[in-house]
């Protein structure tokens, strides 16, 4: 199997290579450079402030104080490890895949998908759009993130088309089995619902199935060890389990690695280029089996409700605090009243890197026009966005405190 995929990318090499390794801008590289295009890209994400920040966001359950409770840091990791095996195995280019997998979700919000819906009504009630954490990934990784050249300019990250296109078209929602990367070059921008896109490259497709694998597993592993789930649950799962891997399973062996190693290998057995990336049938209606057990017993558990009025209340107050701001003549000099010192200064230092621009090493894009409400909003949903959950909380904190 390796062979052949290895020996149709090679086929088709030249007439895509050029596309998939453009960038918008050159970016800076050393006189003795050693490292290929996708590792320049896996570097820059893996240096950048929001891959660091991942690791103070909820993956599903919320600001744990269990250490092995798995956050968003832990959970891109995951994928990367899972689409590096495949591509391994079917002689795919690993350090592509390495560097969508790290970056899918660099513009994911605070508290999970939670926080992502919450921000989706703001959005749309403000700025009459839609938020989705896959466009707001690839408008971070275009846009927000920058790294300093030698000279300590801030640049953005310029990243290629191939691994921009695998992070904005990653979700891993997929309901059909067999997937193929799709064939034209759009503009990424431009797509409104990334569900209606496959990436451009195989190694984009296997990302997309790798985030599926990655957090079905984990998310089973951390409801047992919090105690989510109820015996009966469990037993329902191993029951599922058993009927589909036609094998003896105990409930202390439900974990992450048996699905994780189930998955992989089935995928790796039952994909081709001519038909594409794919599992038996018995694996894949195992896989969408797994994903109405979580949505059913965890993802809708009665112990999450607590925890998404609270998430509600944490972003709607930084929200309308920041927005009462919007009809003063002058943000800036009234943004200076605020009472909240850690949100002041956060959100002073947004507008200077984003809007205002005043110092010299700032050479990244200027994004804001804050004396338009539309744009100043926009800069309070950004910042939102790309808060950590701790971060977050300390702010509402002391919005609140006298």
Known sequence: MKQIFKKFKADIRHSDWLNQIARKEPIYKKHDEIRSEFEHDYNRILHSLAYRRLKHKTQVFFATENDHICTRIEHVNHVNSISYTIAKNLGLNTELTSAIAIGHDLGHSPFGHTGEKILSEIVTRELKEHFRHERNSLYFIDNIETLPNPDREENNLNLTYAVRDGIICHCGEIDENFIRPRTEIIELESIEKPYDYLPYTWEGCVVKI?????????????????????????EELRDTLQNSLKKQISLKSINNTILIHEFILDLIKNSNPRDGLALSSSHFELMNAIKCFNYENIYNNNRLIPYIEYTRLIICTIFN??????????????????????????????????????DERFKNKRIYDISDVKQYKRAIIDYISGMTDRYAIKIFKEINSF
Not at 211 to 230: C, F, M, N, T, V
């Open 210 to 234: 790798s985030d599926k694998i990655a957090y079905l597993g984990r998310d089973i592993e951390d409801a047992i060890s919090l105690k989510i789930l109820s015996p009966e649950q469990l």
């Open 321 to 358: 605090t920041l927005a009462g701001f919007s009809n003063t003549s002058d943000i800036e000099t009234n943004l200076s009243s605020l009472h909240c010192s850690t949100l002041k200064a956060g959100f002073s230092e947004w507008l200077e890197k984003y809007s205002f621009q005043r």
